[in-house]
């Protein structure tokens, strides 16, 4: 079996922007740890498969049926009925469809990334728990059953509620700055907010598994803001290449390892876990 990537040391990155950089790097350190394992390589192929199946279903169903029913819609609303108007509602006609299209293809991107969130949640979980077992030496977690899997989507759909409806506190007020002298000020400070919760999204996986109650679920995010910025920033960059999802789900459990080697998030590890993880360090 291939030798265990190395953990990166917390106490190594004095100063806000080290850690920032570490956790950039951190988002992109779970594409070796996964390609390094056999096992999940295999788990990470599954939520990818239904990521593109969900996205080419959507992609289809807006494409073919609703895009062009509401483009002709918003046309014939326009007055840009090509059979009604003059020589310029064609073009406006185009145009119109053009946008509507251009809609439909991000919805079906962004709508297939939050459904495959869900229903790939078990998967997710599995490759979570797999990259614990690697580092320390020992299963981890529950078999993934089919009680599992219904559990687990169960779950992970209240958790985007709690996500969403907790990043709405802080992304509602600031978009309301925007429009004032603080605008300058906001933009920043809105992408900082969304690159927060963006790590969290990788990062609560961890957390829950080793029962962390959601205060400090929240809690370990903001101790190590810097960080988790950073890897927000990364997962950002990241999930660019579609698809993705599954290599920042270890590279998220890696960071927590980390940190939990040293202490600074709550884990159930034990002191034998936490000297073995530290043996990872550089």
């Given at each position: 079996?291939?030798?265990?990537?190395?953990?990166?040391?917390?106490?190594?990155?004095?100063?806000?922007?080290?850690?920032?950089?570490?956790?950039?790097?951190?988002?992109?350190?779970g594409v070796p740890v996964v390609l390094s394992d056999q096992r999940l390589l295999a788990l990470?192929?599954?939520?990818?498969?239904?990521?593109?199946?969900?996205?080419?279903?959507?992609?289809?169903?807006?494409?073919?049926?609703?895009?062009?029913?509401?483009?002709?819609?918003?046309?014939?609303?326009?007055?840009?009925?090509?059979?009604?108007?003059?020589?310029?509602?064609?073009?406006?006609?185009?145009?119109?469809?053009?946008?509507?299209?251009?809609?439909?293809?991000?919805?079906?991107?962004?709508?297939?990334?939050?459904?495959?969130?869900?229903?790939?949640?078990?998967?997710?979980?599995?490759?979570?728990?797999?990259?614990?077992?690697l580092y320390l030496g020992r299963a981890v977690g529950a078999p993934l059953t089919v009680h599992?899997?219904?559990?687990?989507?169960?779950?992970?759909?209240?958790?985007?509620?709690?996500?969403?409806?907790?990043?709405?506190?802080?992304?509602?007020?600031?978009?309301?700055?925007?429009?004032?002298?603080?605008?300058?000020?906001?933009?920043?400070?809105?992408?900082?907010?969304?690159?927060?919760?963006?790590?969290?999204?990788?990062?609560?996986?961890?957390?829950?598994?080793?029962?962390?109650?959601?205060?400090?679920?929240?809690?370990?995010?903001?101790?190590?803001?810097?960080?988790?910025?950073?890897?927000?920033?990364?997962?950002?960059?990241?999930?660019?290449?579609?698809?993705?999802?599954?290599?920042?789900?270890?590279?998220?459990?890696?960071?927590?390892?980390?940190?939990?080697?040293?202490?600074?998030?709550?884990?159930?590890?034990?002191?034998?876990?936490?000297?073995?993880?530290?043996?990872?360090?550089?």
């Open positions: 079996m291939a030798r265990t990537p190395t953990l990166f040391d917390p106490e190594a990155a004095p100063g806000a922007v080290a850690r920032f950089l570490v956790g950039v790097r951190a988002a992109f350190a990470s192929l599954v939520p990818m498969l239904l990521h593109v199946a969900l996205f080419i279903a959507l992609l289809v169903g807006l494409t073919g049926t609703v895009a062009p029913a509401v483009g002709h819609a918003v046309a014939h609303a326009l007055g840009a009925d090509p059979q009604q108007a003059g020589l310029w509602a064609r073009p406006l006609s185009g145009i119109v469809h053009a946008g509507v299209v251009v809609l439909a293809i991000a919805t079906a991107f962004f709508g297939s990334v939050f459904v495959a969130s869900v229903l790939g949640d078990p998967f997710y979980d599995a490759l979570s728990e797999r990259t614990e077992e599992a899997v219904v559990v687990g989507i169960g779950r992970e759909l209240v958790a985007n509620l709690v996500r969403l409806f907790v990043w709405s506190l802080g992304a509602l007020p600031l978009w309301v700055l925007s429009f004032t002298f603080a605008g300058f000020v906001a933009g920043p400070l809105s992408l900082a907010w969304t690159w927060l919760f963006t790590a969290y999204e990788f990062l609560s996986r961890s957390l829950v598994r080793h029962t962390v109650h959601i205060g400090g679920r929240f809690g370990a995010l903001f101790s190590q803001k810097q960080l988790f910025l950073g890897f927000g920033a990364g997962a950002a960059l990241v999930s660019l290449v579609p698809f993705t999802s599954p290599f920042l789900v270890v590279g998220a459990t890696r960071a927590y390892l980390a940190l939990a080697a040293s202490g600074r998030v709550a884990s159930r590890l034990t002191d034998a876990d936490r000297e073995r993880l530290c043996s990872y360090f550089p």
